[in-house]
């Protein structure tokens, strides 16, 4: 590991880990406007828990290959280009995967909600939205891999993408609150 890399780890474990106190903390919660208090349990920070929280980061990978898959057949399709069925096989295989660190790191977040019963109904939504999210570009990967019709695995991209827009607004609004967004 070089310099670069151990200094960045330290930072972010530095920066991702809260000040363990010895009473009950509290936080502000924005919830339509209004800052309420919530209650936080003072425990200390497990290896689990700390995984969780770079969830923000890393909801940011499906986002990333979603878009370049999405982008990649588009081009494909606008200009006939062709032997590029094995990188795009890759890069679709490379999407699917790219789920499963957001997926669990958002699974292990999702263990600190326990108890806030307002962000707890949001969490799950959110949850369930991102799961058919990563359930439609499985599906896709196997319309692929079974070399289906170009245009349904791109329409396929797109619904995915379309519905982890959807999802990433519900993390904004749990995050932000519900007037982040016009709508």
Known sequence: MNRFNALFLITS?????PA????EEQIEVIDDGEM?????????LTPLMLIGRFHPPLVHLPIGWATALALADILVI???IGGLEKALKILHIGTVLSFLPAIGSGLLRFQEYAGATEAIDEAIVHRNVMFIAAAIALIGLVLRLKKMNRYAILFMSLICIGIMTYGAHLGGVMVYGSDYLPF
């Open 13 to 17: 474990l530095f920066f991702a880990a």
């Open 20 to 23: 363990v106190a010895d009473q």
């Open 36 to 44: 309420i208090d919530t209650p936080v349990p003072s425990e200390e």
């Open 78 to 80: 606008l200009f006939a």
